[in-house]
Structures are given as structure tokens and as C-alpha cells.
């Protein structure tokens, strides 16, 4: 609690990191409504000044009262939908996903890394909604997911342990998940070795993930694209294809300066 009073002390705009730190708290308790109380207590702050930042995100559209409690407002909707339509590469992968003879049918999704996290940001349904996959603004472990191990490998080693010098192992999802930076350092050659990142179920054991990533370009973030098949271990010849197309893609979606034709 000390921690966060004074991170709120240091800032130069008390009010808005305390805005910010309600919106993520917000973010984090999808079981429903929250009331004033709960919200007071989650960001360390007195029920009085809790209620004046919510009052101004309502008015703004960025939460909304609900059932007692508040939430987050759809004006965040339009928020999210603005940065991503910023992306070339976003309504890109939509184009490139429909014209794939191969990946039409299937889910792909586009994830960036963040910290020791991917969070994902588009996702192409070409059949039924697959429930085991990730949803748009989920956050995976990078080093579990094929579309984490795809923006990781272009790292160096040493960027690779700098980044995760805090965890002195990976809580497992399955049995087949990476457990330690050593064992992902080793996953990220073969990776490298192969063109296209592949988890055999190590975040969900009847889930193997296809990914690689797109060609980056200036100041852009980096993507990566993966494809989610029902599968804990698809055929020799099968992963190759996917891979090649998943490929394709990531080049499609390039910026223009280093799209591959």
C-alpha cells in the first residue's frame, strides 16, 4: 500500500495515474460490477477521492454504473479500435487471412509482446469460435505460446535473460510447457532454425499453436501471427504447411518496406 501512495506522490498528475490505476483495476475483476467500497480498498485510496475519479470517468464514457458497482465503459471500445486501426498491419491481416486457401477456415490471431507477456489484438475466425484460445486484450505467458516465442526469438540471449531475470521459473499451463529461461533459450534456437514458432499443447494440451513473426519496420511495435489448431500433435507434413502459410502471411502484412513479395 506504501508502494502505491507513493508512486501516486511522485506523479505529476496525481489524478490521472490514480484514473489509470482505477480503469486497470477494473480490467482485472471481469466476475462483475464492483462497488465503490471494493474499488477504494483495490487501488489504496480513500472512499471519498474514489468516488470523484469515478464520477469523471463515467462522464467520459470509460466506466459505467452497473448493478450497484461500476465497470468499464464501451468508450474504451472505441478507444482500443482507434489504436489498432492505426495499424496497417492489423487490416492487413484481416485481407491476407480471408485470401489464405489454407488459413481461411481457421482461427489466427495477432499478438505484441509486452514485458514477459503477448497480448493479442486481432483475431480472424474462419470457423465456430474456438474456446480454448485466447481472446482480443487476453495476456499470455510469452515463453508458453507459439506467437511469444515467435517475437522473443529475433532477441538476443542476453535481452532474453535480462527479460525474465525475475522469474526463477515459468508456472506450467501442461506438462509440455517451457518451465525455465534455459529450456525457452533452447526452444527459441530451434525456432530460429525453423522460420516459425510451435507449441505442442503448452498451454492447453488438445491446442498446438503455429506462429511466426512480421517483418518490423521504424518505430513500430512488433507482431507476430499464430493459427490455433485442435491438434496435440499435428503431422510432419501438416505443421509444414501451416507454417509456410502462417509465414506468408507475416510477410503479407508487413509494412511496405519490408514486405516480401
Known amino acids: 500500500m506504501q508502494e502505491r501512495t507513493d508512486v501516486i506522490d511522485r506523479s505529476p498528475a496525481p489524478a490521472v495515474t490514480r484514473a489509470i490505476e482505477l480503469l486497470e483495476f477494473l480490467a ?33 464514457g470509460l466506466i459505467q454504473r452497473r448493478d450497484g458497482g461500476y465497470q468499464l465503459g464501451r468508450r ?20 491476407a487471412c480471408a485470401e489464405s486457401p489454407l488459413l481461411a477456415r481457421e482461427l489466427v490471431q495477432v499478438a505484441i509482446l509486452d514485458g514477459t ?24 505467458p510469452a515463453a508458453l505460446t507459439a506467437v511469444g516465442n515467435a517475437l522473443l526469438a529475433p532477441l538476443s540471449e542476453l535481452e532474453i535473460r535480462h527479460r ?14 517451457v518451465r525455465n529461461v534455459g529450456e525457452l533459450i ?5 525456432v530460429r532454425e525453423r522460420g516459425y514458432a510451435v507449441d505442442f499443447g503448452g498451454v492447453h494440451p ?10 518490423e519496420a521504424g518505430e513500430s511495435p512488433r507482431f507476430a501471427v499464430g493459427v490455433s489448431l485442435i491438434a496435440t500433435r499435428p503431422s510432419d507434413e501438416d505443421l509444414a504447411r501451416y507454417g509456410k502459410a502462417i509465414q506468408t502471411v507475416a510477410a503479407q502484412i508487413a509494412p ?3 514486405r516480401i513479395a
Open 206 to 215: 488438445a491446442v498446438t499453436g503455429i506462429a511466426a513473426s512480421v517483418p
Open 186 to 190: 533452447e526452444q527459441l534456437a530451434t
Open 256 to 258: 511496405p518496406a519490408r
Open 164 to 177: 525474465f531475470s525475475g522469474s526463477a521459473g515459468f508456472e506450467p499451463r501442461t506438462p509440455r510447457s
Open 117 to 140: 507477456d503477448v497480448l493479442y489484438v486481432a483475431r480472424h475466425e474462419g470457423r465456430a469460435p474456438l474456446q480454448l484460445s485466447a481472446r482480443i486484450g487476453d495476456r499470455f
Open 28 to 60: 482485472a475483476s471481469p466476475a462483475g460490477p464492483v462497488s465503490l467500497t471494493d474499488l477504494a480498498k483495490g487501488i489504496g485510496a480513500a472512499r471519498s477521492s474514489t468516488r470523484n475519479v469515478c464520477g469523471a470517468l463515467e462522464a467520459g
Open 76 to 95: 474504451l471500445v472505441e478507444f482500443g479500435g482507434a489504436y489498432l486501426a492505426s495499424f496497417d498491419q492489423i487490416r492487413e491481416f484481416y485481407r
